[in-house]
């Protein structure tokens, strides 16, 4: 009973400590502009934490350690520092945790807390022991208030433990191209052979958002309730992404801090089309880095849509019908951001499905338009019938055939 007290007296703390550094964090993005940003440079040698900017930095206000921008879908780098330096990931590792998670059971799945999860340290979405919850509330308990109990209780449900489940974020992380990343839990907590690189974390979000539709749908959100807590006053989850309230088109992703890995944040933006995701690990004024990283990202490139909705393409042939060929498009839009001479670099490919036979209804897949850029596939889309085709009757298509098999 002591215990339980004791926890609900620490959630109102925390709801109050939340409500109040939300309320400082936009006064303080309010006064960006007039902010003087402290960190070493050249010229202020003394400050212990931070290293020399680099010499002709891009963004030389950027306090981080680590970071970089990136254009989502060509993976095309906009900005970097130390991009590819080893550093600890805090709870950014959480982003991986939900692509696993994602792909390895269903929204509807109900997961039972278990002991290991209530009794886990850190950030907490204030789960009990034999609760049940849906995986995909769990999904967003990670993902707003960065749950390290719910990490725990999806791990265990996944694959029957945190070991288990961190062997299958190596393997994501491998598929991925994040070769420089090696995971150990599935919250971040420190552990030394628990580590990452800036550029790797912003491949991993990229995967999320070109490959994993529920992934945006998830991170974007600002505030989910999630109903039936034992405790009700835990039920409304509001998203520590500051980002999310305050910048235009933010969509993402994930804050994270130990004393370890210092302050870091993975944000996301989309304008025109264009996703950028920038990466902070190690910064002074994480949301001031991430705004000017992410304003400089959006003056690197433009949208150009490489594929437009509804663009038609040559009719395609189908067998057994009364017409013997269709007329397709492409359903929905492929845009990039890219600068202007690179836009030869992209290159259009039709997969069509084979042996596509009548009947066929206005609106049915019947392909894939492929974008590609340096040999590799960044864009799909479907391409869709724009015409209904009635099969032949039968006796018509058997004197087709033979006049087909005969040549005449």
């Given amino acids: 009973m002591i215990c339980?007290?004791?926890?609900?007296?620490?959630?109102?703390?925390?709801?109050?400590?939340?409500?109040?550094?939300?309320?400082?964090?936009?006064?303080?993005?309010?006064?960006?502009?007039?902010?003087?940003?402290?960190h070493?440079?050249?010229?202020?040698?003394?400050?212990?934490?931070?290293?020399?900017?680099?010499?002709?930095?891009?963004?030389?206000?950027?306090?981080?350690?680590?970071?970089?921008?990136?254009?989502?879908?060509?993976?095309?780098?906009?900005?970097e520092r130390n991009m590819d330096q080893i550093r600890y990931p805090a709870s950014t590792t959480k982003m991986m945790t939900l692509l696993v998670a994602l792909e390895n059971s269903k929204p509807e799945d109900i997961v039972t807390v278990g002991?290991?999860?209530?009794?886990?340290?850190?950030?907490?979405?204030?789960?009990?022991?034999?609760?049940?919850?849906?995986?995909?509330?769990?999904?967003?308990?990670i993902m707003l208030v960065s749950g390290n109990d719910a990490t725990v209780a999806i791990a265990e449900h996944v694959a029957g433990s945190v070991p288990k489940f961190a062997e299958m974020m190596n393997k994501k992380a491998e598929e991925i191209g994040a070769t420089s990343t090696h995971f150990v839990n599935c919250n971040g907590l420190p552990d030394p052979n628990h580590y990452t690189t800036a550029h790797d974390l912003a491949k991993i979000a990229a995967h999320g958002f070109n490959n994993v539709p529920d992934f945006e749908r998830i991170v974007s959100t600002k505030e989910r309730r999630v109903p039936g807590r034992k405790n009700p006053d835990t039920e409304l989850l509001r998203n520590?992404?500051?980002?999310?309230?305050?910048?235009?088109?933010?969509?993402?992703?994930?804050?994270?801090?130990?004393?370890?890995?210092?302050?870091?944040?993975?944000?996301?933006?989309?304008?025109?089309?264009?996703?950028?995701?920038?990466?902070?690990?190690?910064?002074?004024?994480?949301?001031?880095?991430?705004?000017?990283?992410?304003?400089?990202?959006?003056?690197?490139?433009?949208?150009?849509?490489?594929?437009?909705q509804g663009e038609k393409l040559e009719p395609v042939e189908i067998s057994g019908g009364e017409k013997n060929k269709i007329s397709v498009s492409v359903k929905d839009e492929i845009t990039v951001g890219c600068k202007l001479e690179d836009r030869n670099m992209f290159k259009k490919e039709v997969v069509l499905n084979k042996g596509i036979e009548a009947p066929v209804k206005m609106?049915?897949?019947?392909?894939?338009?492929?974008?590609?850029?340096?040999?590799?596939?960044?864009?799909?889309?479907?391409?869709?019938?724009?015409?209904?085709?009635?099969?032949?009757?039968?006796?018509?298509?058997?004197?087709?055939?033979?006049?087909?098999?005969?040549?005449?």
């Fill in 40 to 79: 070493t440079t050249a010229e202020n040698p003394e400050s212990a934490h931070y290293s020399v900017v680099p010499a002709g930095d891009a963004i030389p206000k950027v306090t981080a350690r680590s970071a970089v921008v990136i254009e989502a879908k060509t993976g095309k780098v906009l900005y």
């Fill in 4 to 38: 339980k007290n004791l926890k609900a007296s620490i959630l109102a703390q925390k709801k109050i400590i939340t409500a109040v550094s939300l309320s400082m964090c936009m006064l303080a993005y309010s006064i960006t502009s007039a902010e003087v940003f402290v």
């Fill in 240 to 308: 520590e992404n500051l980002l999310l309230h305050i910048y235009k088109g933010c969509n993402g992703v994930k804050t994270g801090y130990t004393d370890a890995a210092g302050r870091c944040v993975v944000t996301a933006a989309k304008r025109n089309g264009v996703q950028l995701v920038s990466v902070v690990l190690d910064g002074l004024y994480m949301w001031d880095d991430s705004i000017l990283m992410l304003d400089y990202g959006f003056t690197q490139v433009d949208p150009f849509t490489v594929v437009k």
């Fill in 363 to 408: 609106g049915d897949i019947v392909g894939k338009m492929n974008v590609l850029y340096e040999g590799k596939v960044i864009g799909s889309a479907d391409i869709i019938s724009n015409e209904a085709v009635a099969p032949v009757p039968w006796y018509i298509a058997i004197c087709n055939k033979i006049r087909s098999f005969f040549g005449f």
């Fill in 115 to 141: 002991k290991n999860a209530y009794n886990v340290e850190g950030s907490t979405m204030w789960l009990e022991e034999g609760e049940r919850l849906k995986m995909e509330d769990l999904e967003y308990g």
